[in-house]
């Protein structure tokens, strides 16, 4: 053996791996598919890991849902629909790269999400600059829609954001309508500080007050805390005849519980946060309230065609506290796709005039009539009162908030 | 392994050995020609006959150095002269057989997990696997070679200044390809083979030439660094999607270093950083032209900047005037404390618990693209053909701020300040003895870190757009913490390597996300007990957790005698 | 003055939880200067480890209350113990007896790991043992008889029954424990090793077994916590521990860290200085929603001002 031999041997087989990687050809004529229907994606983005995700998945599962009965009944000739979802973990940078992810994405059409008000405040701008219409199920942040002075000079934000979920000036008003209507005059207020809490105490209020009520009280609470005797004890020496409660189960359950413990029987009222099974489970008992969008599931036939399917759907996560919403909003997603994507070359062509079609979109969805208002707010003004009772949430009183 | 195989047994096997594995490395360079997976799903579609994919020629590459290292020491000794001291060819090819075989094992769990079944991998792929145990099997059996001496070659400045150009550029090369692939089994893949690489290389004795040949050539080293990081942008052919993560990256490695200031060299353990990165934010947002500020005072973004870092270095004053005194385990808690006071205040002032500042949860949206000099960093820009967008801008920019503090991180460092920080580390009783006035030391330190972060967050909350409590909560301060534990306390390069695997690798692997923290509390435990200086280990550091490690102080002292007459050849070696 | 009465009570009550927390601080920092930053995790596994013995005992809620409150409490607790205990042990072998000669910064890290290990991994499997619930949201703590929804009133004063639980808990906790340092053998050997573990070594002390003593106790308490922590919110969550735990810290550094009598003070004066503030500061600022916040300004202005804390650390910093 000398060198010689070994040099040729090692160019040999350099040469000889350079000359097969370079022959073969990376194409294959057999994988093309069905040509003729294009692909169009519907993202979403929420909170698939982590303590929230049983909502995050229940949005996901309707979504995915809305799509397969879209692609079932072929709502848009020529056209695939397929769903993209991706985790924002509930955190804002995350959401935000979700968000970017998708939209780098050319078959994107439009996306539902997100759960969390803060998380959409990072989406929205990455989705408006790439034109894609975004409607959440969840946010009921007033001034996503309405800009920084959504009360007192309303100005729309960004043209690609609509939602279907109420914000709050109209469950808090209802709420206040209700109880004024069963002759509580006296209520304290307590909220859990997160815009969705806080927004439905004002609204509240504010209604409350017009209609000849008082607020005798009105206290915080931080989220993450779960003894809240303190707070009871100060709501308790003002004697209140009733609390309405801005915020979500997990906290009002212990709370209504904590409260009935120290001698404040009095019922909690809260918006459709609440509205929730685990809320009873938690510490909730009867006679406490809460309200929700839409009329009672039972008597909308649009709704039964959503808990049909999804029971039918085989998914493993029930569909939660805002399925029927996600449902809604992937379903105005498909309709102003219909009209454009109709004209559309390519999906990513059809982005801006998804967003100009939303404004005339209107059907009977899961949570009762989709439509939007010029800000982007969900037109739906029907209400349900539900009490809980023998352990359960019952209808107590729909209506609509005039 | 040692134990196992007796020396007298390697040496009678020995030439068997080097046969057997040469086969092995063959069959692996084969296997790349085969088809490795049923479907053309999996990774990077490894069905195509002939025609590897990426992954498939990096695991070539791999079996190539298994080859040329079992190969070329047939020459003989003699042919081979000094080389065969210098390179430990042994060990080294074990090391690489290893390494291919680690990225087969991977390759072909993740086509079976994508394809659900170890039936769609196909017979390429059991190739691969069978010939890295064939190659590490024969390895085993060759007698153990001593330890490389690379870095004692004499080398002209030209090599080791284009082996560095060279090194940067596939730095780039790796981070771009890694960055591109979106499926989590192929970028495992790919993982697995800079892993072996690195390890591959290790052995062979590369890094400790290059970081001698970093030390000679020290400015061109950076300034390549930079250069790299700056041409970054450029590969993405326009897409964001990467560039927000890389500016991310960026904004948290910063945040990091500034932390490693006070962890790292002075060894104040601050549980609480986040509060001033948030600190920092929160001030440029409201000082933001952003409709949601509610402070009619809108100074140009280089004023707010330098405001947004005062005040977070007030607040460092602040918290820590009054704890820098006690010991420094209360310190830990005591941060904590503060940052849950920041964040629990800046959720309270919200017009209904306090003046409305910062819009409570809610927090402060709409903040508007910086625009610095009539250059406005939301608009995409074409640069040499190539779109660069938002986020690139940003990515830049925080380039810059980086290099600010990583400059003055060094420069502190082998300062006089830097000395005695370390020294109050290492023993604080001592240090004050010595006339070193460790209060006033360690409050430098505690402000002057605050201040790093308060800039970041200046440039973060313009990025992020949106400013929210929930965003400065405490574990974003056990993740920057745990970046300066796991790349190396007291280091750069290993807080850089540190920040960017635990913000890539969860946006990387998304399906395991629900697992992220329990795995990230695992890390922090075994980091500790098993390798608690960190990837990158600070030579110093590394002598204070082995304590008891008699060859390793030995060799630091060595290290550092030669290092410094490298760094200074006319001086002699400074006695320890 | 009812809301005066109102929120001593509530304080004392919260208070009482606190210092029973803080004694598991205050005994391991005593020995080895080590803030187990873990220990509020210690207290969750107390309360999860509870509510799986009573599924075990098959979930019974119709239990007279004399027969829950002497045999089903106790077991509860006897059970929460042995988790707590069993935890608390797993630690320190695993995360911090190797550790015991490395820098300070290095216990304190694996700290925080095992922290975050201990809530995810309850969050992730507490629910995949069968017959117990998903632990990723809240979970409802069962009611017993005789303290769930009981309630004493004097006056406009509700004192509720699982107060009565929590204050008594501790009292009858910090006797036995006041027996066990100053009368048992192992108790004798933790107050030596404290003072100088390495003469206590020579002594013939085992170390290692004091350590672990040490831990011992602390979770004991600390499930007793959780089971009282239970009872007074009447649920509990796999993130119960970390603001607890940070409280509980506070307090024993208020009392003097090291010292178990300044970890009762500290809790109790913790406890009533929180439920004070929500109801006594003037303005927005008396908002319950700071009253964190005062917590955790109180622990800075005992550090500037009596960094040996309201009854003197036992052992002072040594470093």
Known sequence: MNKRTFKLAGVAILASTLALAGCGARTDAGTGGATGTKVAKIGVIAPLSGDLSAMGLGIKNSVDLAIKQANASNAIPGWKLELAAEDDQATPDVGKNAATKLASDDAVVGIVGTLNSGVAQSTIPVLDAAKIVQVSPANTNPSLTKGADYLTAPKRSNANYFRTCTTDDVQGPFAAQYLLGTGVKKVATIHDKTPYGQGLVTEFAKAFTAGGGTVVGAETINPDDDNFSAVVSKVKAVAPEAIYYGGVYSEAGPLSKQAKAAGLKVPLMGGDGIYDGNFMKLGGTDGDLATSVGAPVETLASAKAFLDGYKAGGYTDGYSAYGAYAYDAANSIIAALKTSLASAADAKSARAGTITAMSSVAFEGATGKVAFDQYGDSVSRVLTVYKVSGGAWKAEKTGELK | MKAIISDELKLRLRYQARAVGIVGALAMIASIFLTWAYGHEALDDMAYPGAPSPLQLFFGLLALLVLALLAIPLVGKPKLGRWARIVAWNTTAKTAALAALGMAVVAVAGIAIELGGLINVDPGGWVALAGGLVSVASTLFLPDSPEPSLERVKSPKWLQISVIGVAMALVLFGAAFALGLSDAGSFLTFAAFLVGLVMVLRQFGAFDWLSIAGANNNRVLVLSAFAVAFVFPFTQDGSDANMSIAAQVLIFAATALGLNIVVGLVGLLDLGYIAFLGAGAFTAAVLSESAFSRIDFHPPFIVTVLISGTVASVLGLLIGAPTLRVSGDYLAIVTLAFGEIFRITMNNLDGSDGPNITNGSAGIPGIPDLDLFGFNFGDPHIILGIDIGRFANYYWLMLLVMGLIIVVFTNLNHSRIGRGWVAIREDELAAEAMGVNTFALKLLAFSGGAFLAGVAGAVKAHHDVSVTPEQYVFLESAFLLAAVVLGGMGTVAGVLIGATILKLLPEKLRFFSDYRLLMFGLLMVFMMRFRPEGIVADERRQLEFHAEDEELADEVEEELITHHAHLNPDRKAFEL | ?319
């Open chain 3, 1 to 319: 003055m009812d809301l005066f009465f109102q929120q001593l009570i509530n304080g004392l009550s919260l208070g009482s939880l606190y210092a029973l927390i803080a004694v598991g601080y205050t005994v391991v920092y005593g020995i080895v200067q080590l803030i187990n930053f873990a220990h509020g995790e210690i207290f969750m596994i107390g309360a999860f480890g509870s509510f799986a013995t009573w599924t075990v005992m098959g979930s019974p809620t119709d239990w007279p209350a004399t027969g829950s409150l002497l045999i089903l409490l106790p077991v509860m607790i006897l059970g929460g113990m042995a988790a707590s205990i069993s935890v608390a042990l797993l630690t320190e072998r695993f995360a911090y007896r190797p550790l015991r000669n490395a820098p300070r910064l290095a216990p304190l890290i694996s700290a925080i790991g095992v922290s975050v290990f201990l809530q995810e991994f309850v969050r992730l499997f507490y629910g995949r043992i069968p017959g117990l619930p998903d632990a990723k949201s809240s979970i409802p703590f069962p009611a017993i008889n005789g303290i769930t929804g009981e309630i004493i009133q004097i006056g406009g004063v509700t004192i509720q029954m699982s107060a009565v639980f929590t204050v008594g808990a501790l009292a009858v906790s910090t006797a036995f424990l006041w027996f066990f340092v100053n009368r048992t053998r192992t108790g004798r050997a933790m107050i030596a090793t404290s003072q100088d573990p390495d003469t206590a070594r020579l002594m013939g002390i085992n170390v290692d077994r004091v350590i672990m003593a040490a831990f011992a106790v602390g979770a004991a308490l600390a499930a007793i916590a959780g089971v009282a922590h239970g009872l007074t919110n009447g649920n509990i969550g796999f993130r119960m521990g970390f603001l607890a735990g940070l409280k509980a810290f506070t307090a024993a550094v208020l009392g003097g860290i090291g010292n178990i009598n300044g970890a009762v003070v500290g809790g109790l004066v913790l406890g009533v200085a929180e439920a004070m503030a929500t109801s006594f500061i003037p303005g927005q600022l008396g908002s319950s929603a700071w009253k964190d916040v005062w917590a955790f300004v109180l622990l800075i202005l005992v550090l500037v001002f009596r960094p040996q804390g309201l009854l003197g650390a036992k052992v002072v910093d040594r470093a």
